[in-house]
């Protein structure tokens, strides 16, 4: 799989096959994208917090907001939930300023591996981290910065050209997630 390829399958996917298992093994080479990833003065100060145990799972769950466009929608049912998460954290024993880009270059780089190894993923910002950073007992040196939600797709996400400046994303009556996408001359602004 190219970049290209690997950018056009690597989505926000929200269900997942949950009975479909994450090895440790595949969580820790997707870790290690993040590891290989740039870093702002490359202090890399963010740890992982990986869990593919159903329990563990069960009680980080209620903690994420899933989908905020599809104001119908509470997030995935029981069977589509992730099979696997990845919660990106600050260690504050190394730094208190994090560059906020490393966030954004780590998840899109397990994100990336995640789909060559034929998973899917949503990075989760919506996060009560206060209560979650409780539920996993967390020391104080932690502060949680996102939670990567992983799995075996279980839908389908179309990208597709924006329309009338339209960017939300939604769903149609078969549950297909469609997702605009400026055009490539909107976005570019070429001097020569």
């Known amino acids: 799989m190219d970049v290209r390829e690997a950018l056009s399958k690597s989505r926000s996917y929200r269900r ?10 595949d969580l820790m080479t997707i870790a290690d994208a993040a590891r290989l990833s740039p870093s702002g003065r490359n202090i890399q100060a963010l740890k992982f917090l990986i869990s593919n145990n159903p329990e563990l799972n069960g009680r980080i769950f ?22 696997a998460y990845i919660i990106q954290m600050l260690d504050k024993n ?14 899109q780089s397990m994100l990336l591996q995640a789909t060559e190894l034929g998973y ?23 502060s949680i910065m996102n939670v990567i939600a992983l799995g075996k797709p279980k839908e389908t996400v179309i990208i597709e050209d924006m329309k ?25 602004i070429l001097k020569k």
């Open 16 to 25: 997942f096959y949950q009975d479909a298992v994450i090895s440790d093994s």
């Open 62 to 83: 209620p903690y994420l907001a899933w989908a905020g466009y599809l104001t119908d929608w509470n997030g995935p049912e029981e069977r589509e939930r992730p099979s």
């Open 94 to 107: 190394i730094t208190s300023n994090i560059m906020s880009e490393d966030c954004g270059i780590t998840a």
């Open 120 to 142: 899917g993923g949503c990075i989760i910002a919506a996060v009560r981290r206060k209560e979650l950073h409780a539920v996993l007992e967390l020391d104080d040196r932690y």
């Open 164 to 188: 009338d400046g339209e960017y939300r994303y939604w769903r149609d009556a078969d549950g297909t997630h469609h997702v605009p996408k400026r055009s490539l001359d909107e976005l570019v």
